[in-house]
């Protein structure tokens, strides 16, 4: 049962960070609450622009399914205004990538959810505009919360700053929420009045990327829309191609335990010669990069486990506040919109934010196995050494090989990578039975990996 729109639960709600975690909490909480303020420290573009709050939206993002399907169910009409700006949809996305796992290429499935090929930019510009024309919100740009006001044990509302003028201004709300990302401050604050702060767990990836673009022609890679190239431990690097709205691939390159793909153009084509995948420097061959790859790194998966201490009334956290992953896995927008419609579920059918945090944490737990355990399998950093392969491991690896010539182990394999089902669900009875019939016959579609 939701709430009639008429009757808000919330009379103020205060969003601290207007990036996509928090702008699409705005767009979960908006239907429940008098007053929603969005309040983000950059100044904010009339365009899809970049912003020095967000290093990383210059990198390929990929869009998983769920996360498609959950933003739109939250901005109904969102797709089909992407698709209109020249995001591309080629249907299925089990059928519209090419997607290069554990050394060989799945076969095309069907999972029933479209995928959408676009920039990081126009996404959060599109959100941005949808949510920013709610009745309910407010968008503050150019304004940090410098602290967090507590009463009585609980989150009353949050203390702004303007960059520019001497803004001081105190904004009240029944509930907070925290989607500045992974160096919020929040838990600190909360420390500060007395509240135990969460435990940080870290999982070392030391992945260093370089990214540029290059035209796309008609016809490329059998016009499919994205290729994902995945490390394995023999070729402990990979590489993701995105096509973007603006009739470009956005080619990101990617190697652990610190390994730098070059930065020079002849450097980085021949770093994509190296992956597992040809799609890459099929692409990267055949003609000149837009621009100088440019590079990011990302040291550790880092996860607030909020579980484990109680949180104030008040307040709420949402996106890489409370987990920030490995991007090479491309789940952290997915995680943030699944995240935001459990927060309207929750609280829309009367639920409390324990309940809410709850859920969350599940959301967190289904990607963050995912990623942890293909992680400890990569000769990553000394400080965590490879993990020996053991039994579950043994079993996806012959999954991932299953799946490149059975459609049906293919189709789970790709639910449980875009977070529509849990990890376990490979093992079932319908599943595991193929995957064992297909263990004992070779494959030719399947490539070896090279040895790094
Ligand atoms: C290289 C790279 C590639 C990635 N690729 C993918 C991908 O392919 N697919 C995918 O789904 N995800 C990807 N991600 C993850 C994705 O970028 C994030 O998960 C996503 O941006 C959601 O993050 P967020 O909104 O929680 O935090 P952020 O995006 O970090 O935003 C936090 C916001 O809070 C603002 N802020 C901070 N402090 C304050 C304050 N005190 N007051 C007001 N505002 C404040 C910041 O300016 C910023 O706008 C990638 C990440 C990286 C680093």
Not at 31 to 43: F, K, M, S
Not at 86 to 109: P, T
Request: aromatic fraction near 4%; proline fraction near 8%.
């Amino acid at each position: 049962m939701t709430l009639p729109t008429s009757e808000p639960r919330l009379a103020t709600v205060a969003v601290m960070g207007g990036s996509v975690a928090g702008l699409l909490a705005a767009a979960a909480l908006a239907p429940h609450a008098g007053r929603v303020v969005v309040v983000e420290r950059d100044r904010l573009a009339s365009g899809p622009e970049p912003r020095a709050g967000t290093p990383q939206v210059t990198h390929a993002h990929g869009l998983l399914a769920s996360g498609r399907a959950a933003m739109e169910s939250l901005l109904p009409g969102l797709t089909d205004e992407l698709r209109a700006r020249g995001a591309v949809n080629r249907g299925d996305i089990g059928r519209s990538g090419r997607w290069w796992v554990g050394g060989g290429l799945l076969a095309d499935c069907d999972l029933g959810l479209e995928g959408l090929a676009l920039s990081r930019l126009l996404l959060e510009h599109q959100v941005r505009a949808r949510v920013a024309a709610l009745p309910q919100v407010e968008l503050r740009a150019d304004t940090e919360v410098a602290s967090l006001r507590v009463e009585s044990g609980r989150v009353t509302g949050v203390q702004l700053r303007g960059r520019d003028d001497d803004c001081r201004e105190m904004v009240a709300a029944d509930l907070v929420v925290d989607a500045t990302g992974r160096p919020s401050r929040g838990p600190r604050w909360l420390a500060e009045h007395g509240w135990p702060r969460p435990r940080d767990e870290r999982a070392a990836v030391g992945v260093r990327y370089a990214t540029a673009r290059v035209a796309a022609r008609p016809g490329d890679l059998a016009a499919r829309v994205v290729s994902v190239s995945a490390a394995v431990p023999e070729v402990p690097r990979g590489g993701v191609a995105i096509m973007q709205e603006d009739d470009t691939w956005i080619v990101m390159l990617f190697g652990y335990a610190e390994q730098q793909p070059p930065l020079d153009p002849d450097g980085f084509r021949a770093y994509a010669r190296t992956l597992v995948s040809p799609d890459l420097a099929e692409l990267l061959d055949s003609r000149p990069l837009l621009e100088p790859p440019r590079a990011y790194r990302f040291a550790d998966c880092r996860r607030r486990r909020i579980e484990e201490a109680p949180l104030p009334e008040g307040f709420a956290m949402i996106g890489d506040t409370i987990c920030s992953f490995d991007p090479t896995f491309g789940q952290g927008m997915t995680v943030a919109a699944l995240q935001a419609v459990a927060l309207r579920d929750v609280l829309g059918s009367g639920g409390s934010v324990p309940a809410y945090h709850a859920r969350a944490v599940e959301i967190v737990d289904r990607a963050w196995v995912l990623v942890t355990g293909a992680v400890r399998q990569l000769p990553v950093l000394e400080a965590s050494p490879r993990v020996p392969e053991n039994l579950v491991a043994r079993y996806v690896a012959r999954a991932q090989r299953a799946a490149r010539r059975d459609e049906k182990v293919a189709r789970q394999l790709m639910r449980v990578m875009n977070l529509l089902d849990a990890p376990p669900s490979l093992m079932a009875p319908r599943i595991a039975w193929r995957v064992a019939r297909a263990g004992s016959r070779s494959n030719p579609e399947g490539k070896a990996p090279r040895v790094a």
